[in-house]
């Protein structure tokens, strides 16, 4: 399973998150299974609108299932880490939801007030 993670915050827009999403998909040169977004920020409209525009369920992922990633996480941001007690948010929301066996394939990109990394991993 690919799945691609979303980190963002509550002002960017569907599009910005959908350009950035398939930035990230064409450097990794593969098609993502699922959204996987922070539990906290799965039912902001821009996701939705970026799910609608991938054509791509959304998986909400809970902050203790992505902290339970940490060590696989590469991007260490001070404020991410203090905040969600993670280095990235999608790079955690990513593994979590490409399940067992779960590696990055792409690390966070950034851009537009979004996160998105892509991962790999055998499913839930």
Do not use: F, K
Not at 60 to 71: G, H, I, K, S, Y
Not at 84 to 91: D, F, K, L
Not at 101 to 107: D, Y
């Amino acid at each position: 399973m690919i799945a691609l993670g979303i980190g963002l915050t509550s002002a960017v827009d569907g599009a910005a998150i959908a350009a950035l999403a398939r930035r990230a998909l064409a450097h990794a040169g593969l098609e993502a299974s699922v959204l996987a977004v922070p539990d906290w920020r799965a039912d902001l409209p821009a996701v939705a609108a970026a799910a609608r525009l991938l054509g791509l369920p959304v998986a909400p992922v809970l902050r203790a299932a992505m902290q339970t990633v940490e060590a696989a996480v590469v991007t260490r941001s001070p404020e991410s880490l203090a905040r969600y007690g993670v280095g990235s948010v999608a790079e955690a929301a990513a593994l979590v939801a490409a399940g067992r066996g779960a590696r990055l394939l792409v690390a966070r990109l950034a851009a537009a007030g979004a996160t998105c990394a892509v991962a790999e991993g055998e499913g839930p």
